[in-house]
């Protein structure tokens, strides 16, 4: 990515290609054939992606009467912040990321709980 900004796809699913788009032009379609990759979340700076998923790709998600609610699915991701010391070593927009059990990512060997805020 340019100007300094990383999707979060890439960060939390390396290798894989994460297409988005092509559903039929009349969303009637039954099949899923998704071949290019048009949704992206970006983050840079301090931000780190603890995860990455794309919606909308599934027949379930159809509506009652057989359509797709759009002509291409959505990525949703959980971004978080990097901690001081990553963010020092100039490794600012990057992140270690460590799975640490399904659905759960550390990074920097830390839990994604750490990161959230508690009142």
Same mark, same amino acid.
């Given at each position: 990515?340019?100007?300094?900004?990383?999707?979060?796809?890439?960060?939390?699913?390396?290798?894989? =290609?994460?297409?988005?788009?092509g559903? %039929?032009? @009349?969303?009637?379609?039954?099949t899923?054939? +998704? &071949?290019? *990759?048009?949704?992206?979340? =970006?983050?840079?700076?301090?931000?780190? %992606?603890? @995860?990455?998923?794309?919606?909308?790709?599934? +027949? &379930?998600? *159809?509506?009652?009467?057989? =359509?797709?609610?759009?002509?291409?699915?959505?990525?949703v991701?959980?971004?978080?912040?990097?901690?001081?010391?990553? *963010?020092?070593?100039?490794?600012?927009?990057?992140?270690?990321?460590?799975?640490?059990?399904?659905?759960?990512?550390?990074?920097?060997?830390?839990?994604?709980?750490?990161?959230?805020?508690?009142?």
């Amino acid at each position: 990515m340019g100007a300094g900004f990383t999707a979060a796809w890439s960060a939390t699913h390396l290798g894989e =290609l994460g297409n988005t788009w092509g559903h %039929a032009p @009349d969303l009637k379609n039954t099949t899923v054939n +998704l &071949t290019r *990759r048009l949704d992206l979340v =970006l983050f840079c700076g301090g931000l780190c %992606a603890f @995860d990455a998923d794309i919606v909308g790709e599934e +027949l &379930t998600d *159809r509506t009652p009467s057989g =359509l797709w609610p759009s002509d291409h699915a959505g990525i949703v991701a959980t971004l978080g912040l990097q901690p001081a010391a990553h *963010r020092r070593s100039g490794q600012e927009g990057e992140c270690t990321l460590k799975r640490s059990g399904k659905g759960s990512f550390g990074c920097n060997s830390r839990r994604l709980e750490d990161f959230l805020y508690q009142p």
